[in-house]
């Protein structure tokens, strides 16, 4: 008498089971990636490019704050930020050129930032 299919059975079946369970895993996973990066990539462009631009409101002025001998102990003073990202930058000496004159920075020292390819964003 022939044996029925035994253990070996059982575990080439859970070893589909298995396999098959991965490439369901796996298709949803790429179906889900090309929804998010094709199917709505117009979208999270824009709520990207959004979170890039932030208005911060300057609150009213305060004046100076002095101490009872006339020491400024705080005062209003604008200060602005730029950033850039230098792996955008094709042309480092030539945006350092144009930046330098407005910003009032060194033209070398800007072209020394802009530079920065290892780097996320500058300052």
Known sequence: MMESDGPEHG????LIVLW?????G???L???????QVVRHKDLKEVGERWQL???PIPAQRGTILDRHGFVLAMDE???EIFATPRDIHDPEGLAADLA???GIDENALVTSLSRTNE???S
């Open 54 to 56: 932030v208005d911060v």
């Open 78 to 80: 604008y200060e602005f």
């Open 20 to 24: 098959l369970g991965t490439v369901v």
């Open 26 to 28: 796996v298709l949803i």
């Open 120 to 122: 996320p964003s500058v």
């Open 101 to 103: 004159p407005i910003l």
């Open 30 to 36: 790429t179906g889900r990636l090309f929804y998010w």
């Open 11 to 14: 575990s080439r079946r859970r």
